[in-house]
C-alpha cells in the first residue's frame, strides 16, 4: 500500500539548510518543496511559470518591484509568471512551494544562489 | 498591487456547505481549492490528473481499494491518477486540494454529488 501521509512538520525537520528547497511531493509535472529561508534573496523571475508561496510558519515579505505581499503562517500568495521579487524573512521561516518541475530558486537571473531543484527529502 | 496573501483560515469562513469545494488561488492551469467534508463520498477516479489534499484541520481518510492512508491537520498525500478512492471523514474535516482547473470533485463517477468546481471565494 504506496500511500503514505506526507507529515510537513516531520519533513521540515530534514531540511537542514537554508534556501535549498526539498522536494516532498509531486502532483503530474509539479512538485512541493519545502524551503527555510532568512534574510534577503535575490531579484528573479520565472519566465515560464507561477509560483505558489504557502506560509508553514514564520512570516515573509514578498518584494516586488512596485509594492511587496507580507505573508504570515496558514497565508498564501501566487507570484505570475514573468513578474520580479524578492523573498525577504527578518527572522527564518518555513515555505512551502509548489512550481513545474525543474523550476529553479533562482529562476531567470541564476547565479551562485541557485540551488540543486529536485532533490528528496 | 495586486498581490494580496490569501489567509486560508479566512477562507475558510467563507465555505459553508461540506462537500463544495471552492477556489482560492490559480498557479498556471492549476486551482487551488478549499473544502469541508464530514462523513462518506463516493468511489471515484480521476483518470487524467493526480490530486493532491492538504489537511488544513481535522482528520481525513482516504480509503483505497487495496488499503487507505489516514490523514491528520498538517499532512498531505498525492492520490494518483486513474486510482479509484473514496475520501472519509468521521467529524468536519478541512481541506485543501491542488488538481487542474476542471477537475470535478467525482471525477468520472460523476453523479449527483458532482459539484460545480470553478467557484472562486
Redesign the interface.
Known amino acids: ?1 504506496p ?7 516531520e519533513k521540515l525537520t530534514k531540511v537542514t539548510e537554508q534556501w535549498q528547497p526539498r522536494v ?5 509535472d ?1 512538485q ?1 518543496k519545502l524551503a527555510k529561508i532568512e534574510g534577503d534573496f535575490i531579484w528573479h523571475s520565472h519566465p515560464e ?4 508561496f504557502i506560509i508553514l510558519s514564520g512570516e515573509l515579505d ?1 518584494e ?1 518591484r ?7 503562517e ?6 505570475p ?1 514573468g513578474v520580479e521579487h524578492k523573498p525577504f524573512a527578518r527572522h527564518e521561516c518555513s515555505i512551502m512551494l ?3 518541475i525543474g523550476t529553479t530558486n533562482t529562476g531567470d537571473a541564476g547565479g551562485k544562489r541557485t540551488a540543486e531543484s529536485n532533490i528528496w527529502i
Chains 1, 2 share one sequence.
Open positions: 500500500m500511500y503514505t501521509p506526507i507529515n510537513l512538520k516532498v511531493a509531486q502532483l503530474n509539479y512541493f511559470t507561477d509560483e505558489a514578498i516586488f512596485d509594492g511587496k505581499v507580507h505573508l504570515s496558514g497565508e498564501m500568495c501566487i507570484v509568471k509548489i512550481e513545474p
